[in-house]
């Protein structure tokens, strides 16, 4: 332990080692990087292979992973050394390791798994955009080329909670994971004295809500490609493995005004990996009016809870009224608690009606997947099925070759910027446009997947007490 290092609010207490001298826990046949470095070891300077295969850093020792480290969540930082000039200083739970050669490239793309300093060398907040009990989100520009972003800012002395703690490093690491068009994105971390700061897309077009409010009720047309574009979204979601659980217009935004073809789901503060046992963070937790009924009802739960939440997105679309409105708070808990849905209330084709319905079973054995949803006949009406499979293709062509002539390029210049704005940077880039180097003879290791596990907790369905809590988890009295 170095004490000349300064203590990280990611900093694990029961982590005392910095290396992981065990079996790589992934079949490595490829690395988005790796070369031959200077390293530091009792004063002296020798040479050392190293290579990263996602958010790994790998040590290498005659082509066989001598030892390894996690990324995520490290601090990462620029470092000198006199003879050999500019490297890079890992550090983790107060350890650390430097490493020098052509770092460059490699700070660029590593900075997207750790956590970096010095926020106010790369951005100028300009104003304040929104406002939480845990963090502020401001507008900011990139001071090497002005690109804008959103920069959710949190104040480390609120976080004094470890639950607190545990909930926003879930949120990084669960944001990290999503890259997807219709997914808000995440581009990095910053860690200062008194605050942390995540740089986000800057969405010129606000909320969804607020669009609601002066638009009529949608036309069916109208309706089904935001209900597909979300569903679409919700897929990649699921398909990491990751509940959103709480999914409502608030949190859907539009990336330019009055645009809802171009649609986003923000906000990641209540989404949770997973668990077939039910053990979460938070276990009962969303906003009244656009949960499961299942979620109230503290009965174990799955993705299908997402899939109500837009079944319930999509009656407000076209009927112009929640199907849970009551007089007060507690009558929109109780409705929606027994899932007794008006669907007459909605005019809508048979077809729509059908699907509106899959939706919102209050059964979830029965309710649609995201997968199903998007299949449904009333998408195929539309037209919406093959015009944006056409659009992703047509999207996809335009990345190839945009990576193609990024490898074309790399090679030739090998000094890249520090001062890249995260739009431009590798990090913003498919690791893919990295040159990979094959691992010959590399040993076999199991091909078990390294995943993060869920952040487990002794509170369970029915046995929670409830917490005034600042995140917007429900405070609900007992049903």
Not at 179 to 186: A, G
Not at 227 to 236: E, M, Q
Not at 335 to 364: H, T, W
Request: charged share 25%; proline share 4%.
């Amino acid at each position: 332990m170095n004490m000349n290092i300064k203590d990280s609010f990611f900093d694990d207490p029961d982590e005392t080692t910095f290396w992981n001298v065990t079996d790589f826990p992934k079949k490595v046949a490829t690395l988005e990087m790796h070369d031959t470095m200077y390293i530091e070891q009792d004063s002296e300077l020798c040479k050392g292979t190293l290579g990263i295969s996602n958010n790994y850093l790998l040590y290498f020792k005659n082509q066989t992973i001598k030892k390894w480290i996690n990324l995520d969540n490290a601090t990462i930082e620029y470092t000198k050394h006199q003879k050999v000039g500019l490297g890079i200083k890992i550090i983790k739970n107060k350890q650390y390791f430097e490493f020098f050669g052509d770092v460059e490239p490699w700070y660029n793309y590593l900075k997207q798994f750790c956590i970096q300093r010095n926020f106010s060398h790369h951005y100028t907040l300009q104003k304040k955009i929104g406002q939480g009990n845990f963090a502020d989100v401001f507008k900011a520009v990139n001071k090497c080329d002005g690109s804008e972003y959103a920069i959710k800012c949190f104040r480390k002395a609120k976080l004094n909670e470890s639950v607190d703690r545990l909930a926003i490093i879930k949120e990084i690491s669960i944001m990290k994971k999503i890259q997807h068009e219709s997914i808000i994105r995440l581009y990095e971390v910053f860690e200062g004295d008194e605050f942390l700061f995540l740089v986000l897309e800057y969405l010129k077009g606000g909320e969804l809500h607020k669009y609601m409010k002066k638009s009529p009720p949608f036309s069916e047309e109208k309706c089904a490609k935001l209900i597909f574009r979300l569903l679409k979204a919700v897929s990649s979601i699921h398909k990491k493995g990751i509940l959103h659980r709480d999914i409502k217009p608030e949190n859907i935004m539009l990336r330019n005004k009055d645009d809802i073809d171009n649609i986003c789901i923000g906000d990641f503060g209540l989404a949770d990996y997973y668990s077939q046992s039910g053990q979460y963070l938070f276990t009962r937790c969303g906003t009244p009016g656009y949960v499961a009924p299942e979620l109230l009802q503290d009965k174990i739960y799955d993705f299908k809870i997402d899939i109500y939440s837009v079944g319930i997105l999509m009656f407000i679309l076209i009927a112009g009224k929640s199907p849970f409105d009551g007089k007060d708070y507690d009558d929109v808990v109780m409705r929606n608690y027994y899932a007794k849905v008006k669907f007459e209330e909605c005019k809508l084709s048979d077809i729509g009606m059908d699907l509106l319905q899959g939706l919102m079973n209050k059964n979830p054995i029965k309710r649609l997947t995201a997968e199903e949803a998007l299949n449904h006949p009333w998408f195929a009406t539309e037209n919406l099925t093959k015009t944006c499979q056409f659009k992703i293709r047509k999207q996809n062509q335009t990345i190839i070759k945009k990576l193609a002539y990024f490898d074309m390029n790399i090679n030739q210049n090998a000094a890249i910027s520090t001062q890249f704005s995260p739009k431009s940077s590798l990090s913003s880039l498919s690791p893919y446009c990295v040159t990979k180097c094959n691992i010959e003879d590399s040993p076999q290791t199991p091909n078990t997947p390294a995943t993060l596990q869920p952040i487990n907790t002794s509170r369970t369905p029915g046995t929670y007490k409830l917490r005034q809590v600042k995140r917007s988890q429900i405070p609900l009295k007992q049903l």
